[in-house]
């Protein structure tokens, strides 16, 4: 149906309504010269209303809707927005995909796993072989931040297959020894082809992604084409060293890498350096992307003389006014580490799902908290703050900080108010064993 703008709020309260923890909508908005993608859009409608019926589809022409068009930002047509459980707060944006498969793809891997999880050679290659590209992941174990970030990439690259392993024999049948991402090209077979390809007819791109550089910079300013040929030039100087990436920062879709690395719009350009082994990040000092300052930059970090680039907001005047406090990085270890408080973190990514879903729980244990003077719940935004004293889990993950002692427990409870009390209840009355921390 096409939605007019009335229509479109009253569907999305009842969308709300109906089934707020499972029900999703996708709208597209449509104008002018655009029936290629309105017949793709409905081809993906009709096949995911057998396949997901939850998931609703609809379009809305904003020629003369001036309000809709200025709400959520669109600027060009056709533009497709992914609205979660019937809110109109902050709708995805899918960028670039115009088949009705893509769209398909693009909608399970916002509702539901973005890859496949591989536990065996065998499931590896029927994945490889499904297409002629796919990507897997060899990890050494799934529950990390280059786990997230591979996780979240696949959502917006639905023209791909995407999986990943952190199985020992796979990882072993194809030499892989450490964190790597491997991108598989089918390629024809003949002679030239055979003498350096398996017989899989596979030709393996090994990408290891322990030490990458990254040049943040919009393809259109008019200084692209002489920071973009400085960048190269330092490339080839470090090839097999460090691997060189280019992020337009025009591009949509790389919002969660500007997100990963606190870049912002008054920041580029921008050069980082990223170990995603250790999940340290570096700072290019100079502002200027020259050859000698990218060169300089490059060999200080191999040196190991290059200094961690720590992030931190700044500490928010009301911090401390609500039953949950607000940590950031100029605070965290002030806070936690005090000598008669226990503190309860909760680490959390404002665009993870699941951790959005978990604040208000986390609200709920900060006020049944607030008048106890030896305890103290609180929050930290680890997108934007760096803490060296605590290892990065899957998000979101909790610490405890007891009073007194320089450890920190692990929580790997439910997710609920009460599993969260009855853990600090019990981590008041008693101090955990020495097996049960987590050194720092």
């Given amino acids: 149906a096409l939605l007019e703008s009335g229509a479109c709020d009253a569907v999305l309260a009842s969308a709300a309504a109906s089934s707020p923890q499972h029900l999703k909508r996708l709208v597209v908005q449509i104008k002018g010269s655009s029936q290629n993608l309105s017949e793709e859009f409905a081809k993906a409608a009709r096949q995911l209303k057998k396949e997901a019926p939850r998931i609703q589809f609809g379009k809305i022409d904003v020629t003369h809707q001036r309000d809709l068009r200025k709400e959520f930002n669109i600027r060009e047509f056709p533009t497709v927005k992914f609205f979660v459980d019937g809110s109109r707060e902050d709708p995805i944006d899918c960028k670039g995909v115009r088949q009705a498969s893509a769209f398909i793809t693009w909608v399970k891997r916002r509702t539901g796993p973005s890859t496949v999880l591989i536990n065996s050679t065998d499931q590896a290659e029927a994945l490889i072989h499904a297409d002629d590209l796919a990507v897997i992941g060899f990890f050494k174990e799934l529950h990390n931040d280059s786990v997230e970030v591979f996780s979240e990439t696949a959502r917006d690259v639905p023209e791909m297959p995407f999986g990943m392993t952190a199985s020992e024999d796979v990882c072993a049948n194809y030499g892989i020894q450490k964190n790597t991402l491997v991108v598989f090209e089918k390629v024809g077979i003949g002679t030239d082809v055979e003498s350096f390809v398996s017989q899989t007819s596979v030709k393996i791109f090994d990408v290891p992604v322990e030490n990458h550089i990254l040049l943040f ?3 259109n300013s008019e200084t692209f084409n002489v920071i973009y040929d400085n960048y190269k030039s330092a490339a080839a ?6 691997m060189f990436v280019l992020v337009d920062t025009n591009e949509t879709r790389n919002g ?26 570096y700072k290019m000092p100079a502002d200027e992307v020259t050859v000698e300052n990218l060169k300089e930059f490059c060999q200080s970090y191999l040196n190991g003389k290059a200094k961690l680039h720590l992030s931190s907001e700044e500490i928010p005047e009301d911090w401390d006014k609500m039953p949950v406090k607000v940590l950031v990085g100029k605070n965290f270890n002030r806070i936690v580490f005090n000598k008669t408080m226990t503190v309860f973190v909760m680490f959390y990514a404002p665009w993870s799902y699941d951790c959005r879903k978990l604040l208000p729980i986390w609200d709920e244990l900060g006020e049944q908290y607030e008048s106890r003077k030896d305890i103290i719940i609180a929050k930290i935004d680890v997108t934007a703050n760096d803490i060296l004293s605590v290892e990065l889990d899957r998000y979101p993950f909790f610490r405890l900080f007891p009073a ?23 981590q008041s009355k008693t101090k ?6 987590v050194g720092i």
């Fill in 404 to 426: 007194g002692p320089d450890y920190q427990v692990a929580y790997a409870g439910e997710h609920t108010l009460q599993a969260f009390s009855e853990f600090l209840e019990e």
């Fill in 217 to 219: 910079t919009p393809k």
């Fill in 432 to 437: 955990a064993e020495p097996e049960e921390k």
């Fill in 237 to 242: 100087e470090f090839r097999g060293k460090i």
């Fill in 256 to 281: 969660r890498v500007f997100e990963y690395f606190r870049i912002r719009e008054i920041d580029v350009p921008a050069v980082r350096i990223l170990n995603l082994t250790s999940d340290a990040k």
